[in-house]
């Protein structure tokens, strides 16, 4: 970010450097969201490496450029390592295969009980070719892509981020490792030995996303101040913007409240909310926004709603835990709270289909996790999980810049609201089971003193956030020599995760 000025050197005196007065190169304070700072210590090739040591081999995942706490993969990226054969009887091993998993785990605390799964949804394995007579100090290399899709249950989707979140009683994580397996000959080995050796390494997976156009910083009036008449804000508004109406209700309050269709006819395409198209937002950047309030026939009520406006960005999780009989946690006497902590009771998971791709449901602890049938189709798999557990929570409120009276009874606003915090957002799906989304929600009260006879109006509408801008892939990937770049600001609600287990 340094601007040096140019210098001609024809003319330069280099007898006066000591009293010649140069500018200073001009410095910005922060830099923009198509700039990329680089930390030389992350990028040294002769940095640390992330190693991994058993008995009778060692995994080398290369270097540690990220400064993160496991290795970390970007979009587009592939997991590229080595195993080397160490210690004795080298001989004797038959084969080594490393295998890339993806899991969701749910934990859903109701009723007293509490339901845990873990849905592995994405699994490849490769088998690396050994040479005939393995020796102490062979270097195997591998390369696993990382997909940047996956298509569950119908629904295909973007590859999700690594992801940890809890909000009141559910618990979703999404967490992806690389497990090595070493088989060695049984029959030509003492009872001291095991035939397999095993090393699973945690790994993160934080994939860039981008709009798929570029923002639009400021949305134009509807119609053009030579035409006088002002029906409906769909009429043109601009390109690149899209209008919904929204809907009136009555309060709950309200005498109304038992029959909540009732008296509304005159209160629909009254009130319009215009954002960007196609609704997806750089996470931390400003989503402009433009309210208009149609109220011809009755100015005074365009401005009492006009003050009571509010623009609110909620992030919401959903996601279906396995079938089980909840667990009656004090109901039960022959059931007690610290069996639930007791490591005999606790089991591994372990998938049904080791070679499959298709997801499949298991509990952290019951003794009926086996008995899920082979889910062959979306319809079958989607049978092995519960009804569909939401939380919601909000992330910002809206801001309003203007408002003008376009004419009489017509109220025109404009605002903003931010998408989040810079780098941390990105919306993502699992088949029907997992989802993390992101809603505008817009709500123009009544004055209490009036709830009986105007409505409230209400919007909510989904929208797409990604962790980057538009466009900066290209000067990253020419910036690090071709080395896809983690969107490391989701890191930080990992963090948060380890925080918790450090309070507890």
């Known amino acids: ?44 090739p002769h940095g640390p490496t992330w190693v991994y040591r058993t008995k009778h081999m060692t ?32 001989e004797l091993v038959e084969d080594i295969s490393v295998t890339l998993e993806g899991h969701l785990s749910t ?33 195997y290399p591998f ?25 009141l009683g559910v618990t979703g994580e999404i967490t992806y490792s690389l497990k090595v397996l070493m088989t ?18 945690p790994i993160l ?12 910083a400021d949305i134009p009036k509807p119609l053009s101040d030579r035409d006088p008449h002002f029906e409906s804000p769909n009429v043109n508004i601009a390109e690149h913007v899209d209008t919904f109406p929204l809907s009136p209700r009555w309060s709950s309050a309200s005498s109304h409240s038992k029959q909540p269709l009732t008296g509304l006819e005159n209160f629909q395409n009254s009130v319009f909310f215009s954002i960007p198209a196609p609704q997806s937002f750089a996470s931390g950047e400003p989503i402009p926004f433009f309210l208009s309030l149609v109220f011809p026939n009755s100015p005074a009520q365009a401005s009492l709603y006009a003050k009571t ?85 909000k992330l910002t409120s809206g801001h309003l810049e203007t408002r003008s009276e376009y004419s009489e009874g017509v109220y025109l606003l404009r605002g903003w609201i931010s998408a989040g915090e810079l780098g941390r957002g990105c919306s993502w799906q699992v088949g029907q089971i997992g989802r993390l989304q992101y809603f505008l929600v817009v709500e123009i009260a009544s004055p209490a003193s009036m709830e009986d006879h105007i409505p409230a109006f209400h919007l909510e509408k989904e929208i797409e956030i990604t962790t980057d801008c538009w466009e900066t ?21 990992l963090l948060e995760k380890e925080s918790e287990y450090e309070i507890m």
């Open 1 to 44: 970010m340094l601007n040096f000025p140019l210098l001609d050197t024809d003319s330069f005196d280099f007898d006066t450097i000591g009293s010649t007065s140069i500018s200073t190169p001009a410095y910005s304070p922060v830099p923009s969201r198509t700039e990329i700072t680089l930390d030389a210590k992350h990028l040294d």
């Open 59 to 90: 995994v080398d995942l290369g270097k540690r450029l990220w400064g993160t706490s496991s290795p970390a993969y970007g979009l587009h990226d592939k997991i590229e390592g080595s195993i080397k054969l160490t210690g004795h009887h080298a």
């Open 107 to 139: 934990i859903v605390l109701a009723d007293g009980g509490v339901a845990r799964s873990n849905t592995l949804f994405m699994h490849h394995a490769v088998s690396l070719p050994l040479s005939s007579h393995p020796t102490e100090g062979d270097e």
């Open 143 to 167: 390369v696993i892509p990382i997909p940047s899709e996956i298509t569950l249950q119908g629904v295909t989707a973007l590859t999700p981020p690594s992801f940890y979140r809890l909000h």
């Open 184 to 201: 060695r000959q049984a029959t030509r080995m003492t009872f001291k030995h095991e035939p397999t050796e095993s090393q699973i390494i």
């Open 205 to 216: 997976y934080f994939p860039k996303t981008r709009p798929s156009d570029p923002p639009l």
């Open 309 to 393: 406006i509010t623009v609110t960005l909620m992030k919401q999780l959903t996601v279906r835990s396995a079938k089980s009989h909840l667990r009656k946690l004090f109901s039960r006497s022959k059931v007690s709270p610290s069996r639930f902590s007791s490591p005999k009771n606790s089991r591994t998971s372990t998938p049904l289909h080791s070679r499959s791709a298709s997801p499949v449901p298991f509990e952290d602890d019951s003794d009926d996790a086996g008995s899920h049938s082979d889910a062959s189709s979306s319809s079958s798999e989607l049978d092995a999980y519960g009804p569909p557990v939401v939380r919601r929570w």
């Open 473 to 493: 892939m290209n000067r990253e990937l020419q910036s690090t020599g071709g080395i896809p770049t983690p969107a490391l600001g989701l890191e930080r609600g």
